[in-house]
């Protein structure tokens, strides 16, 4: 394995990434990768412990220039950048602001929902297997879930729902594309711009409506939700709250969708640990963080430096992109020992970067840990030996995210 393995823009990396990882790690944890045809040049850290200081330092590690490392990505965004691509202390207020609609009781309540409604895609997944179409786990199940619950955090009025999901894939399908391997060359047609105007116009309308009769969902908390800047205080603005919806949704949707498929696929590969979930499923709530550690949807996200830093030795200059390998890190056996690289369901995890730290620490992981629970649970108890086909699956090619498009269903 040489260092040339680590090429994030190709095919056979993204395939399986992990070996890469290993050898920087290793060899060359303060990673400067040079400028070739398709990126500009940019660094790259790979051990935990240097993730985890990182991003716990926003003073030096900025994500005020964007999460790639492209150029001008905010510039090519079209739409002022939301508190992911912000710093702190405007950062810190805005999150302030959404905050109360993801504490541990919020979420809590929509369990029951959850599980309703996971049991009727199990339902209907059993329909298609009986009468002899195709069953994808991506499409059918893992996607459907977050589609749903975001839907029901808004207030999405149940009639309203089925215009959701295209939005979503809509606006998914947009970012996966800047995360992807050729951002300027996009595979996004008009129809996922056409729908991306339709949720802003759907969004909009229910903004208005909630100003003057206010609601208990998220979007009713931020309408009625103040900010004090230099203007004074005030309500946030139109814009404003759609920049919300927009983050929420994309950090919402595919990195959990990819959870719930990723513990399959990882499950199929480890009976022995499918049996302790199957004979003991308390185990399930626990296991969710080693499935994402093992296969992290968020793989990594760059921060800009803001003045030169120095670690392990090695310089780097201010003013340069610098990826945090979440996926790396959370494969680093100095953090979890010579077992890293293997699952184990009862595994005790105290620290890990698949919702990374520090100010941007993900809004969403009790959401995210609640739906990938009861998809589990419901999932493993009705069709306990749930087989799929990776191989004939499609996955993302991005540098940034890993996650799937389709994987179909081998047997229920
Ligand atoms: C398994 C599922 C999820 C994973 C792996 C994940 C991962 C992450 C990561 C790594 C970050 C930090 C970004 C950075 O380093 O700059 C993040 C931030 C964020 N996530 Fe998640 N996320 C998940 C689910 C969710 C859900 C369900 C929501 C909301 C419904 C959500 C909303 C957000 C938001 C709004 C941020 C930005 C927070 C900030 O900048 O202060 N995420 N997520």
Same mark, same amino acid.
Request: proline share 6%.
């Given at each position: 394995?040489?260092?040339?393995?680590?090429?994030?823009?190709?095919? =056979?990396?993204?395939?399986?990434?992990?070996?890469?990882?290993?050898?920087?790690?290793? /060899?060359?944890?303060?990673?400067?990768?040079?400028?070739?045809?398709?990126?500009?040049?940019?660094? *790259?850290?790979?051990?935990?412990?240097?993730?985890?200081?990182?991003?716990?330092?926003?003073?030096?590690?900025?994500?005020?220039?964007?999460?790639?490392?492209?150029?001008?990505?905010?510039?090519?965004?079209?739409?002022?950048?939301?508190?992911?691509? !912000?710093?702190?202390?405007?950062?810190?207020?805005?999150?302030?602001?959404?905050?109360?609609?993801?504490?541990?009781?919020?979420?809590?309540?929509?369990?029951?929902?959850?599980?309703?409604?996971?049991?009727?895609?199990?339902?209907?997944?059993?329909?298609?297997?009986?009468?002899?179409?195709?069953?994808?786990?991506?499409?059918?199940?893992?996607?459907? %879930?977050?589609?749903?619950?975001?839907?029901?955090?808004?207030?999405?009025?149940?009639?309203?729902?089925?215009?959701?999901?295209?939005?979503?894939?809509?606006?998914?399908?947009?970012?996966?594309?800047?995360?992807?391997?050729?951002?300027?060359?996009?595979?996004?047609?008009?129809?996922?711009?056409?729908?991306? *105007?339709?949720?802003?116009?759907?969004?909009?309308?229910?903004?208005?409506?909630?100003?003057? /009769?206010?609601? =208990?969902?998220?979007?009713?908390?931020?309408?009625?939700?103040?900010?004090?800047?230099?203007?004074?205080?005030?309500?946030?603005?139109?814009?404003?709250?759609?920049?919300?919806?927009?983050?929420?949704? *994309?950090?919402?949707?595919?990195?959990?969708?990819?959870? %719930?498929?990723?513990?399959?696929? !990882?499950?199929?590969?480890?009976?022995?640990?499918?049996?302790?979930?199957?004979?003991?499923?308390?185990?399930?709530?626990?296991?969710? %963080?080693?499935?994402?550690?093992?296969?992290?949807?968020?793989?990594?996200?760059?921060?800009?430096?803001?003045?030169?830093?120095?670690? =392990?030795?090695?310089?780097?200059?201010?003013?340069?992109?610098?990826?945090? !390998?979440?996926?790396?890190?959370?494969?680093?056996?100095?953090?979890?020992?010579?077992?890293?690289?293997?699952?184990?369901?009862?595994?005790?995890?105290?620290?890990?970067?698949?919702?990374?730290?520090?100010?941007?620490?993900?809004?969403?992981?009790?959401?995210?840990?609640?739906?990938?629970?009861?998809?589990?649970?419901?999932?493993?108890?009705?069709?306990?030996?749930?087989?799929?086909?990776?191989?004939?699956?499609?996955?993302?090619?991005?540098?940034?995210?890993?996650?799937?498009?389709? %994987?179909?269903?081998?047997?229920?």
């Amino acid at each position: 394995m040489s260092a040339l393995s680590y090429d994030p823009l190709d095919v =056979d990396f993204l395939a399986d990434p992990y070996p890469a990882f290993a050898w920087l790690r290793e /060899n060359d944890p303060v990673h400067h990768h040079p400028k070739d045809d398709r990126a500009p040049a940019f660094w *790259a850290l790979s051990r935990f412990e240097h993730i985890w200081e990182a991003v716990r330092r926003p003073d030096l590690f900025s994500s005020a220039q964007g999460l790639t490392f492209f150029p001008d990505e905010i510039g090519q965004l079209g739409i002022p950048p939301t508190m992911v691509m !912000l710093d702190p202390p405007v950062q810190t207020q805005l999150r302030s602001l959404i905050g109360r609609g993801f504490t541990p009781k919020r979420v809590t309540v929509l369990e029951d929902r959850i599980r309703d409604f996971v049991r009727a895609r199990l339902d209907d997944m059993g329909r298609r297997w009986r009468d002899g179409m195709g069953v994808d786990l991506h499409e059918h199940f893992s996607s459907t %879930i977050p589609t749903y619950v975001l839907a029901e955090l808004f207030g999405i009025p149940l009639g309203d729902q089925e215009k959701f999901a295209p939005w979503v894939n809509a606006l998914t399908q947009l970012q996966n594309d800047g995360f992807s391997l050729d951002p300027n060359g996009s595979a996004t047609g008009a129809g996922a711009l056409t729908a991306m *105007a339709e949720m802003m116009e759907y969004f909009t309308a229910a903004i208005a409506h909630r100003r003057q /009769n206010p609601t =208990d969902d998220l979007l009713g908390a931020l309408v009625a939700a103040e900010v004090t800047d230099e203007n004074g205080t005030h309500r946030l603005s139109d814009w404003d709250i759609l920049g919300f919806c927009f983050v929420v949704v *994309a950090g919402g949707s595919d990195t959990t969708a990819s959870l %719930i498929t990723h513990a399959v696929t !990882l499950l199929g590969d480890a009976p022995e640990q499918r049996r302790l979930l199957l004979e003991d499923p308390s185990l399930i709530s626990g296991s969710l %963080i080693e499935f994402l550690r093992l296969e992290s949807s968020v793989q990594g996200l760059a921060r800009t430096t803001t003045a030169e830093v120095t670690i =392990d030795g090695t310089t780097i200059p201010a003013g340069e992109k610098v990826m945090m !390998l979440y996926a790396a890190g959370n494969r680093d056996p100095r953090e979890f020992g010579e077992t890293a690289d293997a699952l184990d369901v009862r595994r005790e995890i105290t620290r890990h970067l698949a919702f990374s730290s520090g100010p941007h620490f993900c809004i969403g992981t009790h959401l995210a840990r609640l739906q990938a629970r009861v998809a589990l649970e419901e999932l493993l108890a009705r069709h306990p030996q749930v087989a799929v086909d990776a191989a004939a699956g499609t996955r993302h090619q991005s540098a940034f995210v890993r996650g799937w498009l389709s %994987i179909p269903v081998t047997s229920l």
